[in-house]
């Protein structure tokens, strides 16, 4: 079997042989791969961030942003072009370190890709500020007086790794609020944010030393402590029990975003349960249930079906079910290791000994896994990896305190329904704690813009400086045309 190295993270500032290196191998496809990455002393550390603050000083934070944004469209054309060597890298080596298939990654990230060209990053900054021009200098404000906004001195990034590529969100942001930047790579997936650090500096080279990739292992050592310490905002991704520690370990002062599990589900009315839509929806729901095999915080793990229509909920779930099949044989899902096959076995259990009337379609060793109930159930996670419940209601009404109790960790709900049965639902499950409702089939592709955990993506990260009336009047008499 061939090996191949890939140098991972992107230090500007330091000289890489100085620089002690760590390697994670990954095997997939008969492909083997080792990823060097970087473990920095605190001192190594301490002079990165300076690098970045510095040149950030000196270049990003002079950038308007519409030039930003640019610069940010031209590296997303190079990774959407299929024949450029970035592009070429991330099709041939993030499916060997995720596992995932080949072509999910590739259509993945094309889908994933196109939410950053300029349009979709104008709208974006559109979403969080009524006057995008404030993030450039002083403009009027309507109360009277002026206002500006401030991205961080530092913004310290700590991505997990469970969807390939999905740093690219906090990088964006970042640069948008004309943020330095020191990320932290996760093992499990340790490659894009350095492309596209590296992608970044060659079509704007201004941008090359204003952001650095870095990392450690497991919590890090004095390396951690130095970006934590330097870092006044940290912007993390993980499950809420390495989240919590994250918070502990920060100083009082910074400004922590955490971003922890998350429970996604859809609804299905009856009105989409006819036996001319029904497939369709089913199908729509299957890929919600594969994309990344239910990796995302906006990953399905429930299903509320309505009956009344001619089409049961029972059905519809063999419909899923046989939909989950034909995906199998296009994007295989990947690989499990024991831990994760243990888990399905599991949930296969929980839901074959539930005293519940619940049911488990498809054969027990398939690769994917349907849990029918003709009960109501409580939202619950499932073992992932393609693992589904589906659940009849009488009324989609019936399965919201079901969903409430649920209400800190809700995100993501997909509904099949009339426009007027949609709005309704919406105002139950906004109140109930959902903060993103989708079309089922779009619950894994968030639109540009889209308020994570109900939060504002760039609004959170920066300050507001005021001049207010009074200082304006009081300028006034020092003027040179004053009499």
């Not at 230090?11 to 083997?32: A, C, D, K, T, Y």
């Not at 001319?276 to 919600?288: G, I, M, S």
């Amino acid at each position: 079997m061939t090996t191949e190295r890939i140098t991972a993270g992107y230090l500007p500032g330091l000289r890489e042989e100085e620089v002690q290196w760590h390697i994670l191998p990954f095997e997939s496809n008969g492909l083997r791969l080792e990823v060097s990455v970087p473990v920095l002393t605190g001192a190594q550390m301490r002079a990165l961030t300076a690098h970045v603050r510095q040149a950030a000083g000196r270049h990003l934070k002079a950038m308007p942003v519409a030039e930003i944004i640019n610069a940010i469209d031209r590296a997303i054309a190079r990774l959407l072009d299929r024949n450029d060597p970035y592009r070429r890298l991330a099709e041939t080596w993030l499916p060997v370190i995720s596992g995932y298939d080949t072509d999910m990654v590739r259509l993945g990230l094309t889908g994933f890709l196109k939410t950053f060209r300029a349009a979709q990053l104008r709208r974006f900054v559109a979403e969080d500020f009524a006057n995008p021009a404030i993030l450039d200098g002083f403009e009027p404000a309507p109360k009277g007086g002026a206002v500006r906004a401030f991205g961080p001195d530092l913004l310290a990034h700590v991505w997990a790794g469970n969807v390939p590529a999905l740093s690219l969100w906090s990088l964006v942001c970042s640069l948008l609020v004309k943020a330095p930047s020191v990320g932290k790579l996760a093992s499990a997936e340790p490659l894009f944010s350095g492309w596209f650090a590296r992608l970044l500096a060659e079509v704007h080279p201004p941008l090359a030393d204003c952001l650095a990739i870095v990392w450690w292992s497991g919590a890090g050592g004095e390396d951690a402590d130095a970006l934590y310490t330097e870092a006044d905002t940290v912007l993390a991704y993980g499950n809420n029990q390495t989240l919590d520690i994250l918070r502990q370990r920060l100083p009082v002062t910074t400004r922590f975003l955490p971003h922890g599990h998350r429970l996604g589900f859809g609804m299905v009315g009856a009105a989409a349960l006819d036996t001319l839509k029904a497939p369709a929806v089913a199908r729509l729901a299957a890929w919600d249930v594969m994309r990344y095999d239910q990796q995302g915080c906006y990953s399905p793990h429930t299903f509320y079906v309505e009956r009344g229509a001619p089409v049961p909920p029972r059905a519809f779930a063999d419909y899923l079910s046989a939909e989950l099949a034909n995906l199998q044989r296009r994007f295989a899902r990947r690989s499990l290791v024991l831990e994760e096959r243990a888990a399905i076995a599991k949930w296969q259990q929980a839901v074959e000994w539930s005293d519940e009337e619940q049911q488990l379609l498809g054969p027990v060793d398939a690769a994917w896994g349907v849990a029918y109930s003709d009960s109501l159930q409580p939202l619950a996670p499932t073992a992932l990896y393609r693992t589904i419940a589906v659940v009849g209601v009488d009324s989609l009404d019936d399965a919201v305190p079901m969903v409430a109790a649920q209400r800190e960790f809700l995100q993501t709900a997909g509904i099949a329904a009339p426009p007027e049965e949609l709005y309704r639902l919406a105002g139950l499950l906004g109140a109930a704690g959902v903060t993103r409702i989708s079309a089922i089939g779009s619950m894994s592709m968030p639109e540009a813009g889209w308020h994570h955990d109900g939060r504002f993506n760039l609004l959170d990260l920066v300050r507001m400086a005021e001049i207010e009336q009074s200082a304006e009047a009081a300028a006034q008499p020092f003027a040179p045309y004053s009499e």
